[in-house]
């Protein structure tokens, strides 16, 4: 079981000789799973790996509403910040991206969306959000949160521009979605002025607070995602891992995506532990679906 | 190009002559999809049909945002209720449906959702609705709304637990997911209240509004979606006519996608006329996405 | 009965002599109230005249939540805009304001207030929306809606810096609140586009776009507001009518709040009539509220 | 300067030989308003004393930006349980539930609010939040928060049917909005399970969570409210005192409202700091607003 690819990596580049014991994997995070794909295309994968990250019942939930939740979340307990009334932008719309967004504005943020997708993008401007550049962005924000997997989302061509006061935090990936190396060159006498948040004085009387290093806010700051939605990651990681042994014979050295069947059956138990019961198709509604000759 | 397969029907049905003369076709909605779909499992289909509605500037924006105002749009002008302190039933969670919720909770709505889509259930519940089967849901509604694509969604078993006023309308497809012949027979001496209200006075002084007589609410009694979420729909569709004709001699009898670069274009194109601006990616992250050996 | 002031001016500049005659009036609207007060202030009032305006069943709910339903239900007949993705700018955040606003944002609008009190300009900021002067806001916004109950809040100042296909609408009160008269100076050619849709072509190939010739767009594009949150001020209206000839022995020329019971009583009439049920002080409680005494 | 008058019951009752000395008070919350109201009604209020509570840049700030926030932060701080897709029950509609109770929902919960006072419970169902009775409420919710200032909100009728694992806090004022004495007893066996969370096991496998001992759970297990809504809070109480030791000589011993003109500099200066700047009425605006002769 792998979390972003750092299992994986290690096994490719340090323990080749191991690759041959493993039946197979599984990758539970967005990036990884990029990753994943990107070494499939260049024929390298040595086993097969299914990306948990791409069930319904993951990154629907996990990336939306725990990214959501609990990256907020880190950020007040770092900084004992009110959310009303402040800009908030938050760069990147996919799944986690959209539950920080709403969540933000939910507290009563006014929320700025910076994507490099233009779907995401226009979605993002159709749910009620101000969307534009990094660099306008820049500009206009109160607290920065990135959640893009990529890497130097926020730099110093950004930093240059930040109110006094910005707080930078990264609810993404791993520790480089802001470039805080660049950072610290631009203001050596950076200090802690609480735990989780550091001051760098910049000049013109400008001082901008970087939480956590920069390592996920929600992991470094708070407790990470509640247990009640990572248990629905991480009972399609169980379940997996049954299936991977169960159909080992034909498994090829491929990214599979998680069995309907799991995922779906996942959906199903989760709500039966909330309470909530749901309809069936009748048998007339079955039939109707199937057919093209039935109409108006 | 056709809306929800009724022309296809109609080509397949009574015109079969004519299927050869057919470079290609497009199609619109998410019913008309599904029906082609089963027409090529079937092995049926007579010509190549792009499936428009699958463009993510299709179903994401037109389904979502278009539906969700011009619902609740044609609701409003059909019977000038206040949808604020009221319980509105959506039945069914796909994009036109969370449209559908999410304006009425803006609208000061109390929420209820119903699914037979165990995933969908869920996101519902997370987005803050309640979700429960139809049967509870129709004592608790004020106004129902079916955007499913099936037939009879609400039926009898519905219509003999709802509650004095309950108000009917369709923003799904056809005119039969709502049961009103079932109705009708219940209350033979329905008569209209209000252009576009039909009462059915039920026993127990129990009396029923049915909008529309169950065809579209938005397209009935309102103007159908705004021009400016059809018009993305309406570019698909013409710069697909443009790509059938261009690869028309390698095309076979399936449903097709949307090109990528055609959804992608038309997404830029829309933000360019909302005069919004989005980021590029750097050569540097280009490089670090595309990569599995760079890492922690 | 009045609304607005107009019975009231009327009866005190040219039917003076019937001011004997009258037990006493009753005032609808904010505005009518605001010009009450003035004319108690200057001992001109001639005869006892109750707020029904202030009853908390009236203010709280018929500007609020009848405004911002009917206000955007205006707009949208008599454009078919689409309001999701778009900046609409709420000119005054009293009731009807915020009503308004909170509806705009429900349906995905970026919203943008404008206000002359800094006190209602923070609780709009912490409520989520941008704030800013209305010069600043007359480059931003797509739609204005007006809702202050005063005049020329949108005039050639704001005119001349507007978007092209900029929308502006009054839901507030006198067709004063956009300064309209100058606009038809700026562009004497205007025309009407579409019922209550009037075009307004300035300089530099930008239009403007004026609703039903700034008019209160709720009643003039659409039905106004619902009955659902009427009934409340028409049952504040009809009883303090019994009141003021129960009490007319003991009224002076003044205006008058509406008794507290009679406002209590319709809230609980509502709640009712709507089958909601709610809780009552235990006697425990009575007594803890009532004491000083007790305590940590 | 007290908070909750606690202050003022010591110097009342203990210290009456120190009442004299006292030029005046202050008062910071609703609850210890409520008191002192009644100790002026009885006559024995000592001094007089500023209700800094009721400046609006006060209460319509901290109590509903500040509670709504930090309250729904010690629930997350305490449990890390996500708020979205659970039901959460708002006990009381004033300034401290209403922002309880629209954090909630930003956050993704199902939100029902319970009242005495009509006219606050008809605010909360045209919100968009069901509204019934404690004891029905307490059948259906996950998490309780209490915002009453009033005591045994929660008590045994209610403990008696909630669901196993239901959540209470409290956010209100003392610790006896919650009954846990009766809790205790009703469940001798209590234990803590985390820091801030007691279980409290009742029959038919029922386990109930109290948090932080009911006492203010935003205090308790969390931070208390953030800086930025306090600052305005505080800033009464500064310019209050400066006011009270200038008017020394004319003041009675009564409750007095804190003066307009320090109220609003509050709001200005609140609003500066933020960056932003609002309207001026212009002559015409003010001579408009002052006549009752213009119309029409």
């Given at each position: 079981m792998d979390d972003g690819g750092d299992l994986v990596t290690m096994l490719h580049q340090?323990?080749?000789?191991?690759?041959?014991?493993?039946?197979g994997g599984t990758e539970e995070t967005t990036t990884g799973v990029i990753r994943l794909h990107s070494m499939e295309a260049n024929g390298v994968l040595g086993y097969p790996i299914v990306a948990?990250?791409?069930a319904d019942t993951k990154h629907l939930f996990d990336n939306r509403y725990g990214t959501g939740q609990s990256a907020l979340d880190g950020i007040i307990r770092a900084t004992n910040v009110l959310i009303a009334g402040r800009s908030v932008v938050v760069c990147g719309y996919g799944m986690c991206g959209r539950g920080v967004a709403s969540r933000a504005k939910g507290m009563g943020a006014d929320v700025i969306v910076t994507e490099i997708d233009p779907t995401r993008a226009l979605e993002a401007a159709m749910d009620g959000f101000r969307v534009m550049t990094g660099k306008e962005a820049a500009t206009q924000g109160d607290i920065f949160i990135t959640v893009t997997g990529?890497?130097?989302?926020?730099?110093p061509e950004h930093f240059e521009v930040m109110k006094d006061g910005a707080i930078l935090a990264n609810a993404?990936?791993?520790?480089?979605?802001?470039d805080l190396a660049s950072l610290r060159d631009m203001a050596p006498d950076n200090r802690e002025v609480r735990p989780e948040v550091r001051e760098f004085a910049l000049g013109g009387d400008r001082r901008i607070y970087a939480l956590?290093?920069?390592?996920l806010v929600n992991l470094a700051a708070a407790e990470g995602h509640p247990a009640s939605v990572m248990d629905m990651s991480f009972a399609n990681q169980s379940l997996v891992c049954e299936w991977l042994v169960a159909n080992a014979a034909s498994l090829e050295k491929k990214v599979y995506e998680v069995p309907t069947e799991i995922d779906k059956d996942v959906a199903r138990l989760k709500l039966e532990t909330m309470g909530i019961r749901i309809d069936e198709l009748t048998t007339d509604q079955k039939i109707y679906l199937e057919s093209w000759e039935q109409g108006t």
């Open positions: 340090q323990r080749r000789d191991q690759l041959p014991e493993i039946i948990i990250n791409n990529n890497k130097h989302v926020l730099r993404g990936h791993f520790d480089i979605e802001i956590s290093d920069g390592r």
